[in-house]
């Protein structure tokens, strides 16, 4: 079989199991900066990006605020909070990628994208497109249309595998099919 489409992962709730490490990441570093965040609370942000995470939980309008907290954010220990690799993730890249180009959306800072465990599977992505990528996010299509053309595939060859609704308007938007993981 010759590689003539492309396969596109998100990251959170796909590749990796993050929900708690992410809330923990997200819930000590609020609380560093005289915020709150319950697990609840966190439940209805856990698909948004970190930006909108920090504005709608400080409620913070201001810009130039929520940048300074958002790049304060990306240089916070995680301190051993690590999210887990989804079972049988890394067999299942690998067949792929023997038959399909393969590549991450997510929105996902750079600087967290291949910390561990994604470290161990980024061989087989030939691009990712994270947050700061694009000046649009999911669920407007313009991640996936990036992904889509750094891999030189169209839209229409190409599959995305999200977990949340936003993906699923990204793919349907973007002119992809959509796996619901």
Known sequence: MTKTGAVIFDVDGVLLDSFDSNFMFCRDFLKSEGFRLTKKEYAQLFYRSLWDVISITTGIADETEIRRLWNSAKK??????????????????????EHYRLAIVTSRVKVYLYEPPMDSVKTYFRTAVAYEDTTRHKPHPEPLLLAANRLKIKPSGTVYIGDAASDMEAAKAAGMKFILS
């Open 76 to 97: 916070f220990d995680r301190d051993g909070k690590r999210p887990i690799l989804a079972k049988d993730a890394v067999k299942t890249l690998k067949l792929l990628s």
